[in-house]
């Protein structure tokens, strides 16, 4: 494994596995609650961090390599490490996502429909995020990547 990708792996492992299972824990505390406001809330605290953290993984990715693409990599990672978990967590507990249709069930198309343009944008989000933290890790002093440890 290249220096490059292990930094990929590392930076876009480290920050999507906590946002899933924060975005996880959330969405199950809200479900929980059967509150549509703790939904939004959650909501409200997810998303930003959906753009943040593969920000933030692009950042350090395209510090320690000087690619920006290294930094879409890792943002992507994350976004699909995020996306992954999630659609897990809608599989496993169904009716977290008909917190918000309250007593009236939402229509099967519009289930579908709205849960993959929600699959969509965290990965265009992880995408964009790690591609722009890539860019302005670019412009910051360059630190040796670490080796793997065999």
Known sequence: MTPERYSVLKWGALLGGPLAVLETLLALLAFQAHNAADMATANCLGTPLEIVLPLLAGLLVGRETGSRMRGLQAGLLAGV????????????APGVLNIAGGDHPIPTQDLV??????RLLTLGWGAWGGWLGGRLGMALPQKPPQKPMR
């Open 81 to 92: 490490i995020v996306a992954t978990v999630t659609m897990l967590t809608e599989l496993l």
């Open 113 to 118: 429909i709205g849960t993959l343009t929600e």
